[in-house]
């Protein structure tokens, strides 16, 4: 096995050779830290700031644009209301029974009842991805390192609930577990690829370290609504998502044929256009997270809105429309009336509107009931089913989710967020520089800076994430070992593995 000590790395000089030779190679930073904050610095609901304010006059360039042919849009958009009505009623009956599980031990033979729900829902929970006794025992391992470090960052506050952690022993372990890369393969496998020159591997994860949470009953200082990560603004920018071609058919009027699963249109799309204190620039095909603790329903746990493709159409075309006549309030239900929804209400919007509804640079999306009323998101809000320690959930990368307002229940709702990043050129690049932060023992480039866990006392060396590598593919993951490229695959893997070992710093 190649080996490599964190002093060679970060000096940049030859490590311990295996067969054939490779030879660890500086590649300059790019990236400029952030300045110093907590997971508030995502979303402007949780750092105050004015949901009244509008955005800059540019925007309503940026949505005409997008508008090529006004009645065929608009004829779409009466389509995608007419859809939503069933839809919404359909969850609203099923609520969290509408999101697949499936076993751990069952994924190498998914039935095909899970696949179909996965592919519709974009959401689902794998169980006993961890022992359950080796998953709380992260948990209590992460409170002892947050005891013995109190300069740990966190918010709130004043009751910390997420907590600006990255290369804590028991993170570490969860991603790179022998068990986590073959659900993060199993996952990938739902994306596929119309370009076989794509230049993306779905056989071959990357890590991307991401925070802890330990939320404490009563807590209601992490109250997350309704969100998109993976930037807002940038879904309806040329340079963003624009750029990929990733919602073209959507923006054309013919949502219908807009495939959330096609891996080719996502590789080129900018994500990160203004360098938010938490924006993301690596591309996740699925956010997701390890349970830590037994958590339910109203217990401080997610929620999903299950309604994938219909939804991400509904919140790109919601700008271009606005009601005619408002509703009358509606206190006793909080439903908006048949009326104020049907198709007939809803006309075009000012043109000079720069509005984008919960989209602000910087930010990630967020959406609420007054903004996107057809999404009915009081009712298709779904809670995730009950989650035991060591079971995992997974969600698209366009799929609306929340937490719960207040946690209700009797003890913490604890995760690691661990999302499922393939290998792609831009990604490789991400984590080639996350290596030398973790080197570091500062945050990731994607999250607020500072000193991070620099400092830290128990915070683990290379040698630590070495002996806890579940095997070669978790180190390739995490940019220790060079990456295999196997004959007779598609032209475009083969080109991304070989630049992830030139990125790396591998070289034959």
């Not at 991400?430 to 570091?440: G, I, K, N, T």
Request: hydrophobic share 35%; proline share 8%; with cysteine.
């Amino acid at each position: 096995m190649l080996r490599l000590s964190s002093a060679s790395i970060s000096r940049a000089r030859p490590v311990l050779t295996a067969a054939p030779v490779f030879q660890y190679r500086a590649v300059a930073t790019h990236l400029a830290p952030k300045e110093e904050g907590d997971i508030s610095s995502v979303f402007r609901s949780l750092s105050g700031s004015d949901e009244t304010e509008r955005l800059p006059p540019r925007f309503a360039d940026v949505k005409r644009r997008l508008v090529r042919d006004r009645g065929a849009l608009h004829s779409s958009w009466n389509r995608l209301l007419a859809r939503l009505k069933d839809e919404t009623h359909l969850v609203k009956s099923q609520g969290s029974a509408c999101i697949p599980q499936i076993n751990f031990s069952d994924i190498r033979n998914a039935p095909a009842e899970f696949n179909d729900a996965l592919r519709k829902r974009g959401v689902a929970v794998i169980r006993q991805v961890v022992p359950e006794d080796e998953a709380r025992g992260y948990k209590e391992e992460t409170e002892r390192y947050v005891a013995a470090n109190p300069s740990t960052k966190a918010f709130p506050p004043h009751n910390p609930a997420v907590f600006e952690l990255y290369w804590s022993r028991p993170q570490l372990a969860a991603r790179l577990h022998r068990n986590m890369t073959e659900v993060q393969k199993f996952l990938m496998s739902y994306y596929h690829s119309s370009d076989p020159n794509a230049m993306c591997s779905t056989q071959q994860p990357l890590t991307y370290a991401d925070r802890v949470r330990i939320r404490q009953p009563g807590d209601a200082g992490f109250a997350l609504g309704p969100h998109v990560d993976g930037g807002s603004v940038e879904r309806w920018e040329k340079e963003g998502y624009g750029k990929a071609h990733v919602f073209d058919k959507i923006f054309e009027g013919r949502w219908e044929g807009f495939d959330p699963w096609e891996l080719s249109t996502r590789l080129d799309a900018t994500q990160d256009l203004y360098h938010g204190a938490g924006a993301c620039s690596m591309f996740r095909m699925f956010q997701g997270w390890l349970g830590l603790s037994h958590t339910g329903p109203r217990e401080g746990t997610l929620l999903v809105n299950p309604l994938l493709s219909l939804s991400t159409a509904y919140y790109l075309l919601r700008p271009f429309f606005t009601p005619k006549t408002q509703p009358a309030p509606q206190k006793d239900t909080g439903q908006y009336s048949s009326q104020f929804l049907d198709p007939e209400n809803w006309v075009w919007a000012d043109e000079n509107s720069p509005d984008l509804q919960g989209a602000w640079p910087g930010h990630s999306q967020e959406l609420n009931h007054k903004w996107h009323p057809h999404l009915d998101l009081p009712n298709t809000m779904v809670h995730v089913p009950r989650i035991a320690p060591g079971d995992y959930v997974a969600w698209h990368c366009d799929t609306i989710h929340a937490v719960d307002s207040v946690h209700a229940g009797t003890s913490d709702s604890s995760v690691m967020y661990i999302p499922v990043c393939p290998t792609t050129k831009a990604n490789v690049e991400y984590a080639r520089q996350q290596r030398e932060h973790f080197l570091q023992g500062i945050p990731p480039t994607d999250f607020p800076g500072g000193v991070g866990e620099s400092r830290h006392v128990g915070r683990p060396d290379i040698d630590a994430v070495m002996a806890l590598a579940g095997g070669k593919e978790a180190l390739r993951s995490f940019g220790l070992a060079p990456f295999d490229v196997p004959a007779g695959k598609e032209k475009g893997e083969v080109d991304v593995l070989k630049y992830a070992n030139k990125v790396m710093g591998f070289c034959e």
